[in-house]
């Protein structure tokens, strides 16, 4: 079993930064990418980004270029999401997703992930 735990989420006001981290841990796995995802209320959830676990080359969803960063260290087996300049709209629960080795696609759908996290919240105030 691969467990997903995903942490650094909070409160925080507009423009302010935070850095979200997942740790993967379990069994061994071929991992071919891990993403962040997040889920307003009311709301879908929706892809924000991913990375290639052996080369590092990340994917945005196009609302979050410029202010957030996927990034990994793969001797601690984390994955974070740095998050700059946070607008009111960024306020959703903030889920971690692997998806085993495929042929290193790169994957933006939920259903295209294996494994996830529990979520953590993130909330943006005026």
């Known amino acids: 079993q691969v467990q997903l735990v995903e942490s650094g989420g909070g409160l925080v006001q507009a423009g302010d930064s935070l850095r979200l981290s997942c740790a993967a841990s379990?069994?061994?796995?071929?991992?071919?990418?891990m993403a962040w995802f997040r889920q307003a209320p009311g709301k879908e959830r929706e892809f924000v980004a991913t990375?290639?676990?052996?080369?590092?080359?990340?994917y945005y969803a196009d609302f979050v270029k410029g202010r957030f960063t996927i990034s990994r260290d793969r001797a601690k087996n984390t994955v974070y999401l740095q998050m700059n300049s946070l607008k009111l709209e960024d306020t959703a629960v903030y889920y971690c997703?692997?998806?085993?080795?495929?042929?290193?696609?790169?994957?933006?759908?939920?259903?295209?992930?294996?494994?996830w996290g529990q979520g953590t919240q993130v909330t943006v105030s005026s």
């Open positions: 990375l290639s676990w052996s080369s590092g080359v990340p």
């Open positions: 379990g069994r061994p796995f071929s991992r071919e990418s």
């Open positions: 997703a692997a998806v085993d080795w495929r042929g290193g696609k790169t994957r933006i759908f939920e259903y295209e992930y294996d494994y």
